[in-house]
Structures are given as C-alpha cells and as structure tokens.
C-alpha cells in the first residue's frame, strides 16, 4: 500500500556532491518525519538526517555542515544533498518515512536503499 522508491545514489569522488531523493506513494492520509539513514560494510544503520512536518531538522554529528535534508510535502519526497563528500560517507543510504495511511495506524517504512560510494 506503501511504495518508497529511492535515487540518486552512486560513485562520486572525494570532496564531490550527490542528491538523494525518496518518493512515497500510495494511501497516505499524513507524513510526519522523513529521514535518512545509512550502513556501511559490518556496521550498524545509523540515522543521518531528520525532517520533521515543518521547518524542524536534525543531523548526525559526522554530516552537519555538509549534508543537508529537505522535504516537498506536495511531492511527498525527502532529499538529501551531500557535499563535500568523505570515503567514509560511503554506505547503502535508506529513506525512512513516519506516515499514517488513510484509515490505518502510524507506522515507519523504509526505500529500497541506494548504494553511495566515494572514492577516487
């Protein structure tokens, strides 16, 4: 009932940018946060980036100041722009999307994942 389809993923080099875009789709009555996650080889998924329903945004510690999230509500699509590009930002990006579909609970979803690789 839900479809998340991430893009924007890929292999950039050190100091590069990428944008990551995630569409939801289907019987959503409400969004509430949408956010970025990632993995990396024999690592945990970390949370990246938050965008809550208005202005509110929050980021990992290892990406502020280089990535930032946005959201377009009409599209229902959270991006994410990723400058200055670091090896160590290379993982498999997830979007997580906090949303309740028409008579149904709150529930999160997650995208398919993009791959992201920086290096030279």
């Known amino acids: 009932q839900v479809q998340l389809v991430e893009s924007g993923g890929g292999l950039v080099q050190p100091g590069g940018s990428l944008r990551l875009s995630c569409a939801a789709s289907?019987?959503?009555?409400?969004?509430?946060?949408m956010s970025w996650y990632r993995q990396a080889p024999g690592k945990q998924r970390e949370l990246v980036a938050v965008a809550g329903f208005g202005s509110s945004t929050n980021y990992a510690d290892s990406v502020k100041g280089r990535f930032t999230i946005s959201r377009d509500n009409a599209k229902n699509t959270v991006y994410l722009q990723m400058n200055s590009l670091k090896p160590e930002d290379t993982a498999v990006y997830y979007c997580?999307?906090?949303?309740?579909?028409?008579?149904?609970?709150?529930?999160?979803?997650w995208g398919q994942g993009t791959q992201v690789t920086v290096s030279s």
């Open positions: 997580n999307v906090d949303l309740r579909l028409a008579f149904s609970t709150r529930q999160g979803y």
């Open positions: 289907g019987s959503i009555a409400y969004i509430y946060a």
